[in-house]
């Protein structure tokens, strides 16, 4: 018994049952690691603390009588009574600390706000583009039912299921959802149930019409249906529903968290009752403590009666803001909300109190002089504003905008020794004095502000204003050096918009100054042609035309050989200058490039123009003198005779011009005078004698053929035309003019094999597939070869414009549309889509969309006479002749010389002195109306 009690004495140890020591860890002496977890140190707590389960029933119970944590204790903005970060060391350095980075926070999130909006505003409009919503994708479709007649509408057939009826099983289950209004009349019965059964007859007969069939998902084990249930699974779709919509294609939030306030700006309600409620109390609230937590801050204040503002409450926003005036008296901007929300009366008085808070702010006396309405008042105000502040430029200007002429004078001689850096004040002061005054205020100004340009040009437009022309390119050479001296950076740029503008203000001599002495200032001597005419082609798309001559001086003095400048200059001056100055610049042209033959062209034409023949003959004879064997000047002394009925002296030109320089186009001219003069048999002769020389010239072929069809001969033009495309198989047109004798003389096969054995020796290109795809619709306009031959075509040429302007009108009106939208996908840019777009508004009785499509296309290629001539018609059967009229000029200013029916009008040997302005009405003529 005794070794029994000693046995359990020394088993049973000291420390059993006692908790272990802190930071103790099992093994740790024989190699083990030990490890911590969460629920061993619980929330932060410093190594050295004790650990809960040490400290003694009575320390927690004291805690927890520190802490009350009841909800009853919690308050929304305050959190609970005992504030669980009580006890947390919280100093001034902190909220110093806390103060400056968010100050940090909201200036850098300023910096990218505007930047951040731009690119959230450009994802969404490029989302919306690229996803668009159903009502957009059928709006052509909905506009198309305004074709639908009463009978199509009454034969639309009723919808119902296509699938094949074997495939469906009559007998499958049937669902039948229950209706809101049985939940509606249980409750209103006061019925205490939470379950209905789906048989009962009682809610409208809900159950199946199969026999033992239920609702699917509404079974229970009693058969009944769970209306608990049932609401939550409406919930659950209506947030699945709501997420759906807040989000975009990939799952993210399409609202910036950055700019939502910022653009909550748009959506602020404009009466008490139009905004959410519960949104206002919350905004309230937060205000109301940010002004208790920091009752010194200006914003709160502002925010706190803008709110009340908004919602209708004018009387507590004013409340707000003059207590906001009692806590911050030196904030302008409260003093200036209060001025505002108060009425006109009793906004004098806050002024009043505002001034003198704050005598320094020149926007409260702004304001001041605001609130007063008679010009004396304002006067008054402001004169007392300048006791206070006399540095101030706004106040002085406002100030002298209320006088007259004379005491505005000597208002401003005082402004300019309060603010002597203002250039405004000074420019105002010598526009005031006379001549010999304001050249002294204009040199004090340049004394007290050498570093302004403003004040030198100014300067220099008053000389020119008093014609003292000699003056202004001396100051404006005075003003570069002066600039210069003081370490101010000439910028062309800069200088060119001052030149524009001085223009603008007609100072035309002060203007070419500026060009002339910074127009080079940068530019390397390789790039002058070059930048000097993009710097003219700019002023003149800013209309400043006198800046942009003078920018053509300036290039033409420095570089006085290049014709490039020369033509451009001429080219502006006939656009924009007068016959006289055109005239006088192409004289000195053809004196700086004398070899320059389009120069001495158009210094000719411009004669020839105003009716001056004997000068044109004039003209040309010194062009020949310096370019003695020039083709182009040949023909156009032919062209001058012929264009006067000097046939005859046309007639020698051309025989000297074959003798001194014979070319190719001097003897298609001679055969073209001799046949549109009648003499047949000459112009033969004279073909036949160019081709023994010039028998790979395609034009004279074609010539050739067309005299021997003139005079009946077929099988001899046929021979030509044979001929021809020997020797120039490159030669389209003369392809085509084979092909349509053949099929003139009924040989419709031999005229497709023409163009078929063309196709092989001219792969690609269009004008011999649409002259194929012509040939067939002639011969018969319902086959099908047509649109198998346009099918090919397109395969072989996908970006011909002129191809898919005949499929468009090759389709059905139905699908013409399509086929159109197809077409400028493959051109867009293409003159030949653009105008069967336009005559396909036209036809649609889109009168504004056709008219715009005619604007582009005339304007994408304006030398096509057949878009002139369709754009003529349409605005003389649709427009007034005032519109018509301006298209007949444009044309004539354009001068076209493509187009199919242009050409074959404009070539007619019928009309070969016909100017544009009659050959326009006779295509129009030709031009069919689309339909």
């Not at 968290?257 to 009466?271: F, H, N, V």
């Not at 101010?488 to 524009?500: C, N």
């Not at 020698?652 to 003499?679: I, Q, Y």
Request: hydrophobic letters at 35%; aromatic letters at 6%.
């Amino acid at each position: 018994m005794a070794a029994s009690q000693s046995f359990v004495n020394r088993k049973k140890k000291s420390f059993l049952g006692l908790s272990a020591p802190l930071g103790y860890v099992p093994g740790l002496g024989r190699g083990a690691t030990g490890f911590t977890t969460r629920s061993d140190i619980g929330p932060a707590r410093d190594a050295d603390d004790v650990d809960d389960k040490h400290l003694s029933k009575k320390a927690k119970t004291d805690d927890d009588d520190d802490d009350d944590l009841n909800d009853s204790n919690y308050d929304e903005f305050s959190g609970y009574g005992g504030s669980l970060c009580a006890k947390d060391p919280y100093e001034e350095d902190d909220a110093e600390a806390d103060a400056i980075y968010e100050a940090v926070d909201k200036r850098m999130d300023e910096r990218r706000k505007e930047r951040r909006e731009k690119r959230l505003k450009d994802e969404i409009l490029k989302y919306r583009q690229e996803r668009p919503k159903i009502q957009q994708q059928f709006a052509d479709l909905k506009r198309g039912l305004a074709e639908v007649s009463n009978d199509q509408w009454l034969n639309l057939p009723e919808v119902g299921d296509a699938r094949n009826k074997r495939q469906r099983n009559p007998m499958a289950e049937k669902f039948t959802p229950v209706p809101d209004s049985a939940f509606a009349r249980a409750v209103s019965a006061g019925d205490k149930n939470t379950t209905i059964d789906p048989k009962d007859q009682k809610y409208g007969g809900i159950a199946t019409p199969f026999p033992g069939d239920m609702t699917p998902g509404f079974n229970t084990p009693a058969g009944d249906i769970d209306m608990k249930k049932i609401g939550e699974a409406r919930n659950t779709l209506m947030d699945i529903k709501l997420t759906q919509v807040s989000d975009s294609v990939s799952g993210q939030t399409v609202v910036d968290p950055k700019g939502y306030l910022t653009d909550l700006q748009s959506m602020i309600p404009a009466g008490g009752g139009s905004g959410d409620l519960s949104d206002v109390k919350k905004a309230r609230l937060l205000l109301k403590s940010v002004r208790e937590t920091n009752p010194k801050h200006p914003p709160a204040w502002i925010a706190s009666a803008r709110l009340e503002e908004v919602t209708g409450k004018l009387q507590t926003a004013r409340n707000i803001i003059m207590k906001g005036t009692e806590q911050c008296p030196k904030s302008e901007d409260v003093w200036l909300e209060a001025a505002r929300l108060m009425p006109a009366d009793q906004a004098k008085a806050v002024v009043a109190q505002a001034v003198r808070n704050l005598p320094q702010s020149v926007r409260v006396w702004m304001m001041a002089a605001q609130l007063e309405k008679d010009a004396r008042s304002k006067k008054r105000v402001f004169r007392k504003a300048l006791e206070q502040v006399p540095n101030s430029v706004r106040l002085w200007k406002a100030a002298v905008e209320l006088e007259n002429e004379e005491d505005a004078r000597i208002m401003l001689t005082r402004s300019v020794e309060c603010c002597p850096t203002s250039v405004e004040l000074w420019l105002a002061l010598a526009r005031l004095e006379s001549y010999e005054n304001a050249r002294k205020v204009l040199n004090k100004a340049r004394q007290c502000i050498p570093t302004d340009r403003t004040i030198w040009i100014n300067a220099a437009k008053l000389e020119e204003a008093h014609n003292s022309f000699s003056m202004v390119e001396k100051i404006i050479e005075r003003a570069m050096v002066s600039l210069k001296s003081n370490m101010v950076e000439i910028k062309r740029e800069q200088w060119i918009k001052d030149a524009e503008e001085c223009e603008a203000s007609q100072s035309v001599k002060t203007c070419h100054a500026i060009i002339s002495a910074v127009i080079g200032n940068g530019v390397d001597d390789e790039d002058r042609k070059h930048t000097w005419i993009e710097d003219a082609e700019a002023c003149t798309s800013h209309g400043a035309i006198e800046t942009a001559r003078a920018i053509y001086a300036h290039a033409l003095s420095q570089l006085p050989n290049k014709k490039g400048i020369w033509m451009r200059a001429a080219y502006f001056e006939r656009e924009h200058g007068t016959r006289e100055s055109l005239e006088g610049l192409l004289v000195r042209a053809t004196q700086s490039c004398p070899k320059a033959e389009i120069l001495w062209l158009m210094f000719a034409k411009s004669k020839w123009m105003a009716d001056d023949v004997s000068a044109a003959r004039k003209v040309l004879s010194d062009a020949f003198q310096a370019n003695p064997n020039s083709e182009e000047i040949w023909l156009a002394a032919v062209k001058l005779e012929s264009e006067n009925s000097e046939y005859t002296r046309a007639r020698k030109l051309l025989a000297r011009a074959r003798t001194n320089a014979p070319t190719a186009r001097v003897f298609m001219k001679s055969v073209k005078l001799e046949w549109c003069l009648g003499d047949l048999q000459e112009a033969v002769k004279l073909c036949d004698e160019a081709l023994g020389h010039y028998n790979t010239f395609a034009k004279l072929w074609m010539m050739r053929g067309q005299l021997e069809e003139k005079m009946g001969n077929d099988d001899r033009a046929r021979d030509c035309y044979t001929n021809g495309t020997v020797k120039c198989p490159r030669a389209i047109p003369l392809w085509i003019l084979l092909s349509r004798l053949e099929e003139r003389k009924g040989n419709t096969t031999k005229a497709r094999s023409i163009l078929e054995k063309a196709r092989l020796k001219n792969p690609k290109i269009d004008l011999l597939w649409l002259e194929a795809i012509r040939v067939e619709r002639r011969v018969n306009p319902t086959n099908t070869i047509a649109e198998n031959l346009l099918a090919k075509s397109l395969q072989d040429c996908p970006n011909s414009g002129l191809l898919y302007a005949e499929a468009i009108f090759m389709e059905s009106r139905q699908q013409r549309k399509a086929r159109s939208v197809d077409a400028l996908k493959r051109c867009e840019h293409d003159p030949h889509v653009l105008l069967a777009c336009s005559k396909l508004f036209w036809t649609e009785r889109k009168m504004t969309k056709a008219k715009e499509w005619f604007e582009r296309t005339v304007k994408l290629d304006p030398d096509n006479g057949d878009s002139w001539a369709t754009y003529y018609k349409f605005c003389v059967m649709h427009l007034n002749e005032e519109d018509a009229r301006k298209i007949m000029l444009r044309c004539v200013s354009a001068e076209p010389k493509h187009g199919e029916l242009w050409c074959m009008t404009s070539k007619d040997v019928n009309n070969w002195k016909l100017k544009t302005e009659e050959i326009l009405p006779i295509v129009t003529d030709l031009i069919a109306v689309p339909h």
